[in-house]
Structure formats: C-alpha cells, structure tokens
C-alpha cells in the first residue's frame, strides 16, 4: 500500500495539470472574496448604514465558501473535481494503466491510492481556498464592524472539504466506471447544472408532478449542495425534511459516491486493463 | 534467473477466441520470439501473462504468478505500449515516478535514461518524441527495476537500422546474462538474429515452439538446388525416390523431401552430371509464412476483383 501511495503521489506532483487547476481554484477564491468584500466596502462606505452591515452580518461569514453556504455552486469544488477525474482519464486516455499496473500488481491497492492521495490534495486545496478568501474578507473588511471569522466560518470550512471530497470521490468513480475522461468531465457539470435542473422543471410544469416537487430535494448534486447551504435564511428542520438539513444532503449525495464508488473499485478489479 | 512458464491462456472477446489453450516456456538465458500474423493473439498473450487482462490459464515466473510478485519491476520488465506515457510529462518524471513505486533511487533513473541514450531529452515531454524515442523510454521503463525477465512487444517499431541493431545487441546482452526475454517482432530478419527460441501462434493457437533452427528446418522450403544437362532423367529418377522436384529454370531442379548428400549419390549411381549441387536453407520468413499460412486473422487482397471498389483489409489485433 505504501508503495501505491508513493507512486500515487509522484503521478499527482508531476503533472502540470495538477498545478492549473490548483492556482485557477486559488485564484478564484481570492477574485470572489475580493470582489464581494469589495462591494460590502463600497456599499458601507456609500452611506449604506443598516442595510450594508446587514449584508456584512449575513453574507460575511459565507466568504470562505465562495457562498456556497448561499445555495451558490461550490466552484472551487467542482474545479478540484477535475483534478480526480484526470486521475483516472490519464490512464486510460495514454495507456498509461497498463505501465501502472505492471508496476504495482495490487489493484485494490491502485484503486484505494488514488483516493487517498487526490483527496488529500484535495481537501489541502480547499483548506487553502477557503482561508485565503476569509484572510483576504478580514484584511479588506479590517476598519468595518465586519465579523468575518466566527463558529460558522470553521463549521463552514469542515463543510467545504467534506463537500470537496465527495464530488471529487464521485467524479473519480464515475470516470473510471465509463474510462472516458472527457464523458467525465461532461458529466461533472452537465448533471448538476442542466439535468437535475431540467427535471426540476419538469416537476413544476407538469400537473400531476408538482404535487411530488419536494421530491426533487433528493436529486443528488442537489442534496449535495445542503451539506453547505443549510444555513440561516434556509435551515432544514429534519435530516430528510424540504429543505434537506446537511446531514440529509451528507446521506443522499455521500451515499451515491459510496454506490457508485464500489461499482468501480468492483468493475477496477474484474475488467481487463 | 526466471523460467517463464505459460500454461492454457485463453481469452475470448464477444464470444470470438483470441487466445486458445496456449501453452509454452521461456527459459533464462535466451531471447525467445514471439511471432504470428496479425490479430494472432500475441498482445493479448502478454496482457495475460501479465494480469492485465482477465482469461483462462496461468504463467508464473519462477513459479510465482505475475500479480503475487512483490514490486514486480524488480523481476518482470515490461513494454506493452508504443508511447505509454502521459505527454507532459517529462521523461525523467515519468521513470521517477515508477521507480517511486519500488523503491528504485534516482540516480538509478538517470544510468538507464544514459544506457537508452535519452539523457539530453530527460527534461523533455514526451509528446514531442518520435516513434523512436517512445520506444526508447518505454524500454528504460522496462529496464528500470533491473529485471530477471523482460516481455516487450514490438520494441523495434519505430526505431532506425542503428536503433534496431542496438536493441537487439541489448537484448542478446540481457540474455546472455542468464535472463529472460520474450519479444514480439514482425520485424522478421530482425528476429532471425536475435532469436534463440520461438513461439509461433495462429488464430490464438500454438503453431510451434522450440529452437529457431528447428523451426526453418522443418520448413518444406529447404531444398537442394541441383543443375545438370540431363534435368529431365534426374527428375525421374528423384521422383522414384519419393524426392518432390520442381524445375526453376531450364537444367535447374530444386529438390526437397532428399538431403544434399542422397541427392549427389543418386545422380551418381544414375550416371547423371551435374554441375552444381547445393543446399537451399528456407528464410525464417518462409518458415513463419509456411507455418501461418491460413492463420491470418486479416488478409490483404493484392489483386481487386473486377466491379469492387476496394479490396484490401486489414487490422491491428483484436483487443
């Protein structure tokens, strides 16, 4: 195991892409986080009195999430996703999985390294994301009754790797189900943004179906975006209510990665290389 | 010093066999061949002796299966791929990266990026490296973990006359050592000289196996060519002896199913001059295409039947 985790984590450092993807998710967070600590400056400063320390009580505490906690996507998550999903379109998209395997003769070993070792990277990435963005709120905001760093900025944190983490675990079982990196990275964005979005549509304009709309709350990606967003205007009551507490989310979006995550290491073990 | 042995391989796709009941051994100390036509079987054989691909049978190296070896670069070294290798990722960091896996230093990573004559494009990404250079990287990966056994497939594809000469010296070098090589070639001549041993495979089936000289002796292209003035008179008397004799040119026989000297003693108890009388050897190549005639699994039509478009087909192996 220690020699799968060692080449795991030469392949993650020797690839540039490793690095892109790293910089544009720290660049982002730090552009979000500018820009939105920007606005509440300009607004405070602009006469906006109780209405800008309303935002700045609200919104404040929702910078190190990009406001994810907001219901907002949680981009920096999605763009650390791709970093799993090459994970596995490298090897199969270069051969490279056959040069792997005849080098670490443990499949389950490959498989159980590339999650351990992209997730670490993964959760270190957001850790750096989201303390950045608060450090940048905290210096910008520094001469304003801003409260940027309180209990629900470090629960939020917690959040965002857990999040991180699973959409990355689910990308990277569902590229090395299809072995096809670019369905892969289609799919990442395409489902969250488009189909779950189409059939909660469908849900509102077809008669009969608006009755079970609530239903839509356990669309995956969705109830996986309560593990951040079940936060004040929007708190869920109940684990499974509508909306979704986090934990509900945690259950339903955790629950497909770990499905979908045995499919794969099970088709990883039985298919030819 | 590994012997290899290989034992009922079998692998089917959609129900067609690729590889069927294939058995065979590689002993240390010799360059075995693998050879056969197109979609005969033979990466596949490899996939399989290597775990990477699921089927039927065993092969073991030294009596240990592939998938059971403890940092297996250490014992097997193996080139599948033409360029198996991420193409941004330099060509140092790529054998770094595998040698990471079984505890290879570096500066074992630098000797072989020296012995493949890569050491100028180390820092280099392989995508900008001909077909030649692939190659070479994928052999430096092979020979990474200093291995008792190499498997490569067509190594040489790609390479220069000085590339292949040189490959084949590092191979004969490897084995005489007392290691093992089992290299896939269609590079024929090419495996004539670096061969001791062949595995011969059509349609997934073993063909033949054994020493090389055994295979293109027992081709029925051997023959003795014999000339004489009286060509018709030898035939005759040839023929009675149960010799198959084919003209091949006015006073010229050639003459198999007799060796050279029955033949001599049988024109001379005739009465029959000759003036020459020598042996013709089969190429491996006429051996091999002997052996495989009707195994091909794709075939090329020289010749377009009247009112086609086209008529050639071809194919990689089916996998």
Redesign the interface.
């Given at each position: 195991m220690t020699?799968?985790l060692?080449?795991e984590?030469?392949?993650i450092i020797?690839?540039?892409s490793t690095y892109w993807l790293t910089g544009l998710a720290l660049a982002f967070a730090m552009l979000v986080a500018g820009a939105a600590s920007w606005g509440f400056a300009t607004e405070a400063d602009g006469g906006g009195g109780s209405q800008a320390q309303l935002g700045l009580d609200l919104l404040g505490p929702w910078l190190g999430t990009q406001f994810a906690r907001g219901g907002a996507p949680y981009f920096v998550g999605y763009l650390l996703a791709m970093i799993g999903i090459l994970a596995w379109g490298?090897e199969y998209r270069?051969?490279?999985i056959?040069?792997t395997?005849?080098?670490?003769?443990?499949r389950t070993s490959v498989w159980i390294a590339k999650y351990v070792v992209v997730n670490a990277w993964v959760a270190a990435v957001v850790s750096a994301c989201y303390w950045v963005a608060v450090l940048v709120g905290v210096v910008w905001l520094r001469n304003y009754p801003a409260d940027l760093v309180t209990g629900e900025t470090v629960g939020g944190w917690g959040r965002a790797v857990l999040h991180a983490g699973l959409l990355c675990s689910l990308a990277m079982a569902f590229t090395g189900i299809i072995r096809n990196q670019t369905a892969g990275l289609v799919l990442l964005f395409l489902w969250p943004l488009a189909i779950e979005n189409v059939i909660t549509l469908i849900f509102f304009l077809v008669p009969r179906l608006r009755e079970h709309e609530a239903l839509t709350r356990f669309l995956p990606f969705g109830a996986g975006n309560r593990i951040h967003s079940d936060a004040f205007p929007n708190l869920g009551s109940t684990t499974f209510g509508d909306p979704l507490t986090w934990v509900g989310g945690l259950v339903v979006f955790g629950g497909l990665t770990v499905v979908l995550m045995a499919v794969s290491v099970v088709l990883f073990r039985?298919?030819?290389? | 010093m590994a012997v290899i042995e290989a034992r009922s391989l079998g692998k089917s796709y959609a129900g067609k066999p690729a590889v069927v009941d294939l058995s065979f051994d590689v002993q240390p100390g010799s360059v075995t061949g693998f050879l056969g036509p197109n979609g005969a079987g033979k990466s596949t054989t490899m996939r399989l002796m290597l775990g990477l691909d699921k089927g039927a049978g065993t092969t073991t190296f030294d009596g240990v299966p592939f998938t059971s070896l403890d940092r297996p670069m250490h014992h097997v070294g193996a080139l599948l791929e033409a360029k198996p290798f991420h193409p941004t990722r330099t060509a140092r960091n790529h054998l770094r990266m595998l040698a990471s896996a079984s505890g290879i230093p570096a500066r074992r990573v630098d000797e072989v990026l020296e012995q493949l004559g890569l050491s100028s494009v180390a820092r280099k990404k392989p995508r900008t490296f001909s077909m030649g250079m692939g190659q070479r990287l994928g052999l430096a990966a092979a020979l990474l973990g200093d291995p008792h056994t190499l498997i490569l497939d067509e190594p040489a594809n790609g390479l220069d006359p000085q590339g292949i000469q040189w490959i084949r010296e590092l191979l004969r070098g490897f084995a005489a050592q007392g290691r093992s090589v089992f290299v896939s070639s269609h590079l024929l001549p090419e495996m004539a000289l670096m061969a001791d041993q062949l595995v011969v495979v059509g349609r997934g089936r073993l063909i033949a196996s054994g020493p090389i000289q055994d295979f293109v002796r027992s081709s029925r292209r051997n023959a003795v060519l014999v000339r004489t003035p009286q060509a018709t008179d030898l035939a005759d008397v040839l023929r009675g002896r149960g010799a198959t004799v084919e003209a091949v040119e006015p006073g010229a026989l050639s003459v198999s199913g007799l060796d050279l000297e029955t033949v001599g003693d049988v024109a001379f108890d005739a009465g029959i001059r000759l003036h020459e009388l020598s042996p013709r050897t089969a190429t491996l190549e006429e051996a091999f295409l002997e052996a495989t005639e009707g195994a091909q699994e794709f075939e090329a039509h020289a010749r377009p039947e009247p009112g086609t478009t086209g008529s050639t087909t071809s194919g990689e192996e089916a996998s």
């Amino acid at each position: 195991m220690t020699d799968a985790l060692r080449y795991e984590w030469a392949r993650i450092i020797t690839i540039r892409s490793t690095y892109w993807l790293t910089g544009l998710a720290l660049a982002f967070a730090m552009l979000v986080a500018g820009a939105a600590s920007w606005g509440f400056a300009t607004e405070a400063d602009g006469g906006g009195g109780s209405q800008a320390q309303l935002g700045l009580d609200l919104l404040g505490p929702w910078l190190g999430t990009q406001f994810a906690r907001g219901g907002a996507p949680y981009f920096v998550g999605y763009l650390l996703a791709m970093i799993g999903i090459l994970a596995w379109g490298h090897e199969y998209r270069h051969g490279q999985i056959r040069a792997t395997l005849t080098t670490l003769s443990s499949r389950t070993s490959v498989w159980i390294a590339k999650y351990v070792v992209v997730n670490a990277w993964v959760a270190a990435v957001v850790s750096a994301c989201y303390w950045v963005a608060v450090l940048v709120g905290v210096v910008w905001l520094r001469n304003y009754p801003a409260d940027l760093v309180t209990g629900e900025t470090v629960g939020g944190w917690g959040r965002a790797v857990l999040h991180a983490g699973l959409l990355c675990s689910l990308a990277m079982a569902f590229t090395g189900i299809i072995r096809n990196q670019t369905a892969g990275l289609v799919l990442l964005f395409l489902w969250p943004l488009a189909i779950e979005n189409v059939i909660t549509l469908i849900f509102f304009l077809v008669p009969r179906l608006r009755e079970h709309e609530a239903l839509t709350r356990f669309l995956p990606f969705g109830a996986g975006n309560r593990i951040h967003s079940d936060a004040f205007p929007n708190l869920g009551s109940t684990t499974f209510g509508d909306p979704l507490t986090w934990v509900g989310g945690l259950v339903v979006f955790g629950g497909l990665t770990v499905v979908l995550m045995a499919v794969s290491v099970v088709l990883f073990r039985r298919r030819d290389a | 010093m590994a012997v290899i042995e290989a034992r009922s391989l079998g692998k089917s796709y959609a129900g067609k066999p690729a590889v069927v009941d294939l058995s065979f051994d590689v002993q240390p100390g010799s360059v075995t061949g693998f050879l056969g036509p197109n979609g005969a079987g033979k990466s596949t054989t490899m996939r399989l002796m290597l775990g990477l691909d699921k089927g039927a049978g065993t092969t073991t190296f030294d009596g240990v299966p592939f998938t059971s070896l403890d940092r297996p670069m250490h014992h097997v070294g193996a080139l599948l791929e033409a360029k198996p290798f991420h193409p941004t990722r330099t060509a140092r960091n790529h054998l770094r990266m595998l040698a990471s896996a079984s505890g290879i230093p570096a500066r074992r990573v630098d000797e072989v990026l020296e012995q493949l004559g890569l050491s100028s494009v180390a820092r280099k990404k392989p995508r900008t490296f001909s077909m030649g250079m692939g190659q070479r990287l994928g052999l430096a990966a092979a020979l990474l973990g200093d291995p008792h056994t190499l498997i490569l497939d067509e190594p040489a594809n790609g390479l220069d006359p000085q590339g292949i000469q040189w490959i084949r010296e590092l191979l004969r070098g490897f084995a005489a050592q007392g290691r093992s090589v089992f290299v896939s070639s269609h590079l024929l001549p090419e495996m004539a000289l670096m061969a001791d041993q062949l595995v011969v495979v059509g349609r997934g089936r073993l063909i033949a196996s054994g020493p090389i000289q055994d295979f293109v002796r027992s081709s029925r292209r051997n023959a003795v060519l014999v000339r004489t003035p009286q060509a018709t008179d030898l035939a005759d008397v040839l023929r009675g002896r149960g010799a198959t004799v084919e003209a091949v040119e006015p006073g010229a026989l050639s003459v198999s199913g007799l060796d050279l000297e029955t033949v001599g003693d049988v024109a001379f108890d005739a009465g029959i001059r000759l003036h020459e009388l020598s042996p013709r050897t089969a190429t491996l190549e006429e051996a091999f295409l002997e052996a495989t005639e009707g195994a091909q699994e794709f075939e090329a039509h020289a010749r377009p039947e009247p009112g086609t478009t086209g008529s050639t087909t071809s194919g990689e192996e089916a996998s």
